[in-house]
T-cell receptor, first 114, second 117 residues
């Protein structure tokens, strides 16, 4: 089955540590995205990548970094510079269907930093 | 810039009752609109989308939405709620960048639907 895998489902870290969240897709989609979800705030875009070796900042990129070395993979690093990293993180990929890009989401990683 | 506003962060209905979730958009260009559903601790799943053409769009699980340009709305409805419909629902609009592509979506803050037995 094709889909998006995010691991782990739950992640716990101490304050001051960097942490990398994994996102892998086997849908052969070109574009990939990272969102952060907090209660009552909807989804906010952190980074997105339209093609391999290229990515752009979203609305809340500060304290985060990404890489896109392979089409299938788009890992997100939450650095110690992120002031409030505890959140639910969603990875997505998209494919063009007609005039629009349909985004497909992974199951998410819940990060807790204490 | 494009944006969406979802009216009501929490909607509660009885099983079998009409479901109505409200979404209004703001866009300087013809909008492409989406509804997604999220079950607890899961990712989002596309319910339906509007691009052009027929303004009444049918989606999965018996949901539909009507695009009303005059009201800048894209409300989501279902005639009869089922317990399994309890979830959070997000309205989204395609966001166009300066390069003329619409890879990005701008999401509303979500509406939590509760279905009472």
């Amino acid at each position: 089955d094709g889909g998006i895998t995010q691991s782990p489902k739950y992640l716990f870290r101490k304050e001051g540590q960097n942490v990398t969240l994994s996102c892998e897709q086997n849908l052969n989609h070109d574009a990939m995205y990272w969102y952060r979800q907090d209660p009552g705030q909807g989804l906010r875009l952190i980074y997105y990548s339209q093609i391999v070796n290229d990515f752009q900042k979203g609305d809340i990129a500060e304290g985060y970094s990404v890489s896109r070395e392979k089409k299938e993979s788009f890992p997100l690093t939450v650095t110690s510079a992120q002031k409030n990293p505890t959140a639910f993180y969603l990875c997505a990929s998209s494919i063009r269907r007609g005039a629009t890009y349909e985004q497909y989401f992974g199951p998410g990683t819940r990060l807790t930093v204490t | 810039a494009q944006s969406v506003t979802q009216l009501g962060s929490h909607v509660s209905v009885s099983e079998g009752a009409l479901v109505l979730l409200r979404c209004n958009y703001s866009s300087s260009v013809p909008p492409y609109l989406f509804w997604y559903v999220q079950y607890p601790n899961q990712g989002l799943q596309l319910l339906l989308k509007y691009t052009t053409g027929a303004t009444l769009v049918k989606g999965i699980n018996g949901f539909e939405a009507e695009f009303k340009k005059s009201e800048t709305s894209f409300h989501l409805t279902k005639p009869s709620a089922h317990m399994s419909d309890a979830a959070e629902y997000f309205c989204a609009v395609s966001a166009w960048n300066s390069g003329g592509s619409n890879y990005k979506l701008t999401f509303g803050k979500g509406t939590l639907l509760t279905v009472n037995p």
